[in-house]
Antibody, heavy 118, light 112 residues
Framework: QVQLVESGGGLVKPGGSLRLSCAAS????????MSWIRQAPGKGLEWVSL????????FHADSVRGRFSISRDNADNSLYLQMNSLRAEDTAVYYC???????????WGQGTLVTVSS | DIVMTQSPLSLAVTPGEPASISCRSS???????????LDWYLQKPGQSPQLLIS???NRASGVPDRFSGSGSGTDFTLKISRVEAEDVGVYYC?????????FGPGTKVVIK
């Protein structure tokens, strides 16, 4: 069965960095676009980044462009989100999801909490 | 960017009664390939979101047939024919047609 397991969240100071990981299993990882979506406490869903199946094409939301970078390792079935220059407003649960542009987000991980606070 | 809106933002329903949620996009979600890219998600309390419906009306695997989606262009509706207690949560519409993909603000469904 399809499984997506995020890790790497935690407490970080403003201006700090964090790298999130998502381990995928149960499907042919290199056939699918992958996305990161976040949810601030008590708020709705916000798309953050997506990456093509090859890793060649990447998109980021305006709110994170230049600070966050999505990547993947198809040999290791892993998705990553490098987050730099973190701000308080980046505090959220970050979900890894299978799918992307023109594709539904048909599987989601359990999420990993990122808290940016001094 | 495409902006998604939903109404109502909260909905109290009686078990066994129908429910309906409206979603509107600021631009048409009809692609030149003939498909309309509008998806619905449900986030149950304490859980990750789950896909309910894709391409306006295609139920995801395992989704009960009491859920149905309809609409075209910029106006869409999610209907629950007979609400059950397990249907509580926040429902989001989303457009994956254009970058950036965008979610609606969510509609919180509670049981009366």
């Amino acid at each position: 069965q399809v499984q997506l397991v995020e890790s790497g969240g935690g407490l970080v100071k403003p201006g700090g960095s964090l790298r999130l990981s998502c381990a995928a299993s149960g499907f042919t990882f290199n056939n699918y676009y992958m996305s990161w979506i976040r949810q601030a406490p008590g708020k709705g869903l916000e798309w953050v980044s997506l990456i093509s199946s090859s890793g060649y094409t990447k998109f980021h939301a305006d709110s994170v462009r230049g600070r966050f970078s999505i990547s993947r390792d198809n040999a290791d079935n892993s998705l990553y989100l490098q987050m730099n220059s973190l701000r308080a407003e980046d505090t959220a649960v970050y979900y890894c999801s299978r799918g992307g542009t023109s594709e539904p987000l048909d599987y989601w991980g359990q999420g990993t909490l990122v808290t940016v606070s001094s | 960017d495409i902006v998604m809106t939903q109404s109502p933002l909260s909905l109290a329903v009686t078990p066994g009664e129908p429910a309906s949620i409206s979603c509107r996009s600021s631009q048409s979600l009809l692609h030149s390939n003939g498909y309309t890219y509008l998806d619905w998600y449900l986030q149950k309390p304490g859980q990750s979101p789950q896909l309910l419906i894709s391409l306006v009306s295609n139920r995801a695997s395992g989704v009960p047939d009491r859920f149905s989606g309809s609409g075209s262009g910029t106006d869409f509706t999610l209907k629950i024919s007979r609400v059950e207690a397990e249907d509580v949560g926040v429902y989001y519409c989303m457009q994956p047609l254009q970058i950036p993909p965008a979610f609606g603000p969510g509609t919180k469904v509670v049981i009366k």
